[in-house]
């Protein structure tokens, strides 16, 4: 199988900082990468007493959240029950990870450093990359950075790989073209590049939803993520066009208006009234790991961030800091909590400055 050659970052000039508070596309997009980074350390506890234990300076309510590095051993990690074998050296996809495989109590981003994003993250970085470089959508061309990033050993630092990108090598090893790879994946993982699509080609592009829902089959070949991508878009159209109204009301009402089926009014009511009862250190336990599932299948996990998203609407910090609190596949809901949170409420400084990715995005962002 001949494989595409390496492709290098963009070349991007130097360019001052960009304003994110100018352009909340922008900014949603940051919020999602922060909310992953301040999710990280924690990713995939249930045992949200282990998770106090564990990352006490989280857990604080007296504390500000912030982003912390792993530590190890993780006491919920699975990874050891994973397994991927590449059908050809030339998708191979773990790399000098592969050796953590099998093994118990390895945390899933066990290299990662305080701020540094996981993976399906570092690719919406390198997609939205692509779309400001090139400022359309092309498949073809994104599936060739794709495998690229995914064969070249270095370009990231992470331990877990998640299964979509494991059956879609799979696949490619066994003769399939690149875009026939995706599978049916059922995983909220499938969100992660949404706010990069409508961060990169802006809101008002005027095939915004069409791009998003053929970017995410690429990966994600499910009918439910592909409509909860769907109405992610649509919320952050609504809230991210210069011409939208502004405020935490209009984040519920959005959510209510583009994804009542998952999350209707009422029952973000009757959610809001169970947190009333939940733990004092994270009210929203009582939802989130009890109502409904803290997991990654999709028909739980978009609710559980949409959830998250309207009952902190307004106070960025309290929201990401919520979310991971959760447990389970708190990085992936992280984008949708982290960019609709953005989207009415920016980022704190505090919590910007140590995202690892954020010099990359604002740099391209102010590029010509």
Known sequence: ??????????????????????????????????????????????????????????????LPPACLAPRSPHPDSILWRSSYSPPTPQTDILHDQARFWGQRGIHYHQCLAAGENTLNYRLA????????????????????RYVAFMTEPGRHRDTYVEECHRHFFTNLGSGRKPISCGVRDVHIGGLAPVPAIVAGLGPRHPDIRRIVRLHVSL????????????????????????????????????????????????????WERRAATGPAACPDRAVVGTVLSPACY???????????????????????????????????????VGSLLAAVSAPPDRLLEGLAGRAMVERLSNAP
């Open 1 to 62: 199988m001949k494989m595409p050659p390496t492709i290098p970052p963009p070349d991007t000039p130097p360019a001052p900082a960009a304003d994110h508070r100018a352009d909340t596309s922008l900014q949603a997009f940051l919020g999602s990468l922060v909310a992953d980074a301040v999710a990280m350390p924690v990713h995939w506890y249930y045992d949200t007493a282990a998770l106090d234990r564990d990352y006490p300076q989280l857990s604080d309510p007296r």
């Open 125 to 144: 970085g390198e997609l939205f990359a692509v779309l400001r470089r090139d400022r359309e959508y092309d498949p073809e061309r994104w599936l060739e």
């Open 219 to 270: 990966t994600h070949r499910d009918d439910d993520v592909l409509a909860a991508a769907d109405a992610l878009a649509r919320i952050l159209v609504r809230l991210t066009r210069p011409d939208r109204p502004d405020g935490p009301r209009d984040l519920r009402e959005a959510i209510v208006e583009e994804a009542g089926d998952w999350a209707s009014d009422a029952k973000l009511t009757s």
């Open 298 to 336: 999709i028909d739980d996990a978009f609710p559980a961030a949409l959830y998250l998203a309207a009952r902190h609407a307004g106070d960025f910090a309290a929201g990401v800091r919520a979310n991971a609190l959760c447990g389970g596949d708190n990085c992936h809901r992280a984008a949708v």
